[in-house]
C-alpha cells in the first residue's frame, strides 16, 4: 500500500484498539513504574477505545480530519499517565497529517515522530526507560530510514517502526532500575508495540478481532513490590473561560503543580486543559484548576488503595489455587451489609465474612450456603440485618 486512506486508517485503529484490548491484562501486570497500581494496560485501552468511538462511524474520506476527530477523543478519554502520552503521540500524529486526504511512507513516518516530539512536550519530567523512549527510538530509526529508502509502502515503514520500537522495548530495564529490579520491561511501552503490531495485522490482511476476555487471568508482579509512597492518582479537564483564555499560561501552571506532585502531564488543546499528577493532596490541584474555568470531568483514585487491592486479589487467586484450608474455628461469623465502608466496619469487629446484600438487594440461600462451606467452623452466626433476609438465612 503506497498511501493510506481514510477508510483504511479507521480500520487500521480498530485492529490497533481490539489488539490492546485483548492484551491490556498482561500490559497491567508489567505495571511497575511510576506506582505500581497494576493499570497502564487499562488506562491505555480504555483512551484508546474512547478514541476509536469517535472515528467509527464518521464519513469522511479526509485522514487529516480524522486524525484530527481521534486525538481529540483520545484527550477527552485519556486516563492516567499512560493514557495521557499515548492521547499526546497521537495528537503530534494529527498535526504532522493535518492537511493530507491520504499519506504515504514519509509522512506516516514523520506523524509518528511528531507524536514524540508532542509527547515529551507534554510531560513535566520526561523518564527514559518508559513508553517515551520507545516512542522516541522508534520513531527517529523510522524517519531516518525511509527518508534514506526509495519509494516504500505504508507496510514496509509499519515494519521497521515495530521492529525498533521492539528493540527499544527490551532496552528498557537497562535504562530504568525498578524494571530490571521486578524483571519486566515497561507496561507503556508494551502498550505501544500492542497497538502498532495490531496495526500491522491489518495492513497483513488478519485485522484483530476483539476477543472474550471474561476466562482470562493475570499474575501481577507489581502486588508483591514495595512503594514508599503513593497519593492520589488525580486527573481532571479545565474548560477554560473566557477570560482564562486570554491569560492563561501553561507554563506557569505547570509550575504550581508540580510544586504539589509528580507524575505531570499537562495538556492544552484550545479551550481544554488537561491534567494529570500524583499528588498527596488532590484539592490543592483541583483549587488551581478550578481558577480557570469549570471542571469538564474529574477523577481522584487513592493508588495505596489500588495496590492492596492487587495484592489482596493475587493472594484470593493463590489460596483458591492451593485450597488452603482455613484454620479450625468453634464459632464463626457471617453478616449481610451493603457498602464497602461497612463491610470494612463489619471486617474490623471480626466477622469472618460479609454478604453483599440489603434492602432491595437480598442474597439467596445459596449465598449462604457458599460461604457456609468455605468456612472452617463448629457454630456459625448469621446476621442478616434485614427482615427480607431472614428466611433465606
Not at 373 to 386: E, W
Amino acid at each position: 500500500m503506497k498511501t493510506l486512506n481514510a477508510t483504511n486508517f479507521v480500520d487500521m485503529i480498530e485492529s490497533g484498539v481490539n489488539n490492546l484490548s485483548n492484551n491490556h491484562r498482561e500490559i497491567d501486570a508489567l505495571n511497575v513504574f511510576p506506582v505500581p497500581d497494576g493499570d497502564t494496560g487499562t488506562n491505555m485501552n480504555l483512551t484508546f477505545t474512547t478514541g476509536f468511538k469517535d472515528i467509527k462511524n464518521r464519513p469522511s474520506k479526509h485522514v487529516g480530519q480524522l486524525s484530527k476527530l481521534f486525538s481529540k477523543g483520545l484527550l477527552m478519554g485519556a486516563r492516567g499517565n499512560s493514557g495521557v502520552i499515548l492521547s499526546q503521540i497521537f495528537r503530534g500524529f494529527s498535526q504532522a497529517v493535518a492537511d493530507y486526504e491520504e499519506i504515504d511512507a514519509l509522512q506516516f513516518a514523520t506523524a509518528f515522530d511528531s507524536g514524540k516530539k508532542v509527547a515529551y512536550k507534554a510531560v513535566m519530567r520526561p523518564v527514559e526507560g518508559t513508553i517515551l523512549t520507545v516512542l522516541r527510538l522508534s520513531s527517529e530509526a523510522t524517519l531516518k530510514y525511509v527518508q534514506q529508502a526509495d519509494e516504500l509502502s505504508i507496510e514496509d515503514t509499519l515494519n521497521y517502526l515495530i521492529d525498533q520500537a521492539q528493540i527499544a522495548l527490551e532496552k528498557t530495564p537497562d535504562l530504568l532500575p525498578v524494571l530490571k529490579e521486578v524483571g519486566v520491561v515497561d507496561s507503556g511501552g508494551a502498550g505501544l508495540v500492542a497497538i502498532l503490531k495490531g496495526f500491522q495485522s491489518f495492513f497483513d490482511g488478519r485485522p484483530i478481532k476483539l476477543l472474550d476476555q471474561s476466562h482470562m487471568q493475570q499474575t501481577n508482579v507489581q502486588a508483591q513490590f514495595e512503594h514508599e509512597e503513593f497519593g492520589y492518582c488525580t486527573e481532571f479537564i479545565v474548560r477554560l473561560n473566557e477570560k482564562s483564555l486570554d491569560y492563561f499560561n501553561e507554563n506557569s501552571f505547570r509550575l504550581e503543580l508540580e510544586a504539589l506532585g509528580d507524575s505531570l502531564v499537562v495538556v492544552r488543546d484550545e479551550d481544554i486543559v488537561k491534567v494529570h499528577v500524583h499528588t498527596l493532596t488532590p484539592g490543592d490541584a483541583l483549587n488551581l484548576g478550578q481558577r480557570y474555568g469549570e471542571f469538564a470531568k474529574l477523577k481522584i483514585e487513592n493508588m495505596a488503595e489500588q495496590h492492596d487491592a492487587l495484592a489482596h486479589s493475587v493472594e484470593e487467586l493463590d489460596t483458591a489455587t492451593l485450597k488452603v484450608e482455613k484454620p479450625f474455628k468453634e464459632f464463626a461469623l457471617i453478616s449481610v451489609c451493603a457498602g464497602d465502608g461497612l463491610a470494612e466496619y463489619f471486617k474490623e469487629l471480626r466477622v469472618d465474612h460479609v454478604v453483599a446484600g440489603g434492602q432491595t438487594m437480598n442474597p439467596s440461600t445459596e449465598d449462604f450456603v457458599e460461604v457456609i462451606n468455605s468456612l472452617n467452623a463448629k457454630n456459625i452466626i448469621i446476621l442478616p440485618n434485614n427482615s427480607n433476609i431472614i428466611l433465606a438465612a
